[in-house]
């Protein structure tokens, strides 16, 4: 049986009442979450806001959003990716956790609408996000950021932009990156563990539902086994940044990021791995209902972020 904490089982009592998503299409589910009803949420005060649109090609851009804490800085700088199957999810339903994130870690919080599947297959989202991060290593000094102190991070398939943005900035010689923080990250795409089996159905991330995301983001079968789209099999992790990954106790995508830690410590990076007992897929997005968990999982992102904050002391 399933550990599930109270609010864990609330939530899934509603979520298993709505129509399943992988019977519809994208735009349709969109549709459908949109007018949804937000429950209101008390939002953390902070120094500054901002939206700003960054350029992604030629003629494309997307939205970021810039969360600047209170205090004289210079601040770290925490770019953001939101989950949601790379199909669905904006930079509205991680708000009020990058609120909470930019507040407690005294971090300038840059979350990223990067263009979404099946519109922008694989490896769009990709270079998406991989632009954002030269975007606001180009533009740390007008938040007052710290561009020495630069760290990526997302929830879902935001974990997996977040850890495939840092290989791929190692690859390009891109910015340097001091950390990755990977929320319930998904890092192989086969969906082949014992807790995709466990947690198959039920538990707010069913399989069904992750081979619908991932049919729709990637182009074919090839794109599967491409180490930017599944970073679990890619042959080299060696030279990434320290890395935070947390996971849910009853999600599908558990064993998979635990799988993803092991690798990367293999490959000599310093690794800390953390489970939120009783949670499921989805909890860090949903303020209203998981706010403690949220905060308990933000206290241990700040926690392991301490070295940053020794940095400057040290400077």
């Not at 929830?155 to 390009?172: E, F, I």
């Not at 074919?220 to 491409?226: K, P, Q």
Request: aromatic share 10%.
């Amino acid at each position: 049986m399933a550990n599930l904490d109270p609010q864990a089982e609330k939530y899934l009592l509603a979520f298993n009442q709505m129509p399943p998503i992988h019977k519809m299409e994208p735009r349709t589910v969109r549709e459908v979450l949109s007018k949804a009803p937000r429950p209101a949420v008390k939002l953390e005060l902070l120094s500054k806001v901002e939206d700003f649109k960054i350029p992604v090609s030629q003629d494309e851009t997307i939205k970021c959003r810039v969360y600047i804490p209170q205090g004289q800085g210079p601040f770290p700088l925490f770019i953001y990716y939101h989950g949601g199957g790379w199909v669905l999810g904006d930079i509205e339903s991680t708000d009020a956790s990058c609120r909470m994130i930019a507040n407690r870690t005294e971090s300038i919080v840059v979350s990223v609408n990067y263009r979404l599947a099946p519109e922008y297959k694989f490896p769009t989202p990709v270079e998406d996000a991989y632009a954002a991060l030269e975007w606001v290593y180009k533009k740390a000094a007008s938040f007052n950021g710290d561009v020495s102190r630069l760290i990526v991070g997302g929830d879902s398939v935001g974990g997996n932009l977040a850890t495939v943005v840092s290989m791929m900035s190692r690859d390009r010689k891109g910015p340097n990156i001091s950390a990755q923080i990977l929320i319930y990250p998904p890092t192989n795409l086969e969906f082949n563990t014992e807790s995709h089996q466990i947690f198959a159905k039920g538990y707010g991330l069913d399989r069904e539902q992750l081979v619908w995301f991932r049919d729709h983001y990637l182009r074919n079968e090839v794109d599967r086994h491409n180490e930017y789209a599944s970073p679990l099999v890619a042959e080299d992790l060696g030279g990434l940044p320290t890395a935070l990954v947390i996971t849910a106790e009853n999600d599908v995508l558990r064993d998979e990021g635990m799988a993803y830690a092991k690798r990367l410590r293999k490959f000599g990076v310093h690794v800390e791995y953390e489970c939120e007992p009783g949670m499921v897929h989805g909890y860090f997005g949903h303020m209203a209902i998981f706010s403690k968990n949220i905060e308990s999982s933000v206290s241990k992102i700040d926690k392991f972020l301490s070295f940053l904050k020794n940095k400057v002391e040290i400077d």
